[in-house]
């Protein structure tokens, strides 16, 4: 079975840095698209970070441009979503998700079609 695990969700202060990680299972990461969503209470899940099949294309939301970072291992079948600078804004449930065969754009939920059980990022004095 398909599935993604997810860890590295916790408590932080603002200005402080969170590394979330993504262990793929029962298949390998090669040719899939990883994508990176997070959603706060009452608001839409939004798309954060992803990166295609091929690992050469990663896109970022503005909020997050130049502090989140988007990587895959595809040797260790994981993806990491490194977070800097955090801001209370950043509080959310965070999802990894992964689509194969998904090359440049990558930037919808819909197009994904294997998501992990989220982890909670909270970011507060």
């Known amino acids: 079975q398909l599935q993604l695990v997810e860890s590295g969700g916790g408590s932080v202060q603002p200005g402080g840095s969170l590394r979330l990680s993504c262990a793929a299972s029962?298949?390998?990461?090669?040719?899939?698209?990883i994508g990176w969503f997070r959603q706060a209470p009452g608001k839409e899940r939004e798309g954060v970070s992803c990166i295609d099949s091929g690992g050469g294309t990663t896109n970022y939301i503005d909020s997050v441009k130049g502090r989140f970072t988007i990587s895959r291992d595809n040797a260790l079948n994981t993806a990491t979503l490194e977070m800097n600078a955090l801001k209370s804004e950043d509080t959310a449930v965070y999802y990894c998700?992964?689509?194969?065969?998904?090359?440049?754009?990558?930037?919808?939920?819909?197009?994904?079609?294997?998501w992990g059980q989220g982890t909670q990022v909270t970011v507060s004095s």
């Open positions: 029962g298949f390998s990461l090669e040719n899939y698209a």
């Open positions: 998700a992964v689509r194969r065969h998904l090359y440049g754009r990558c930037t919808r939920a819909g197009d994904f079609t294997t």
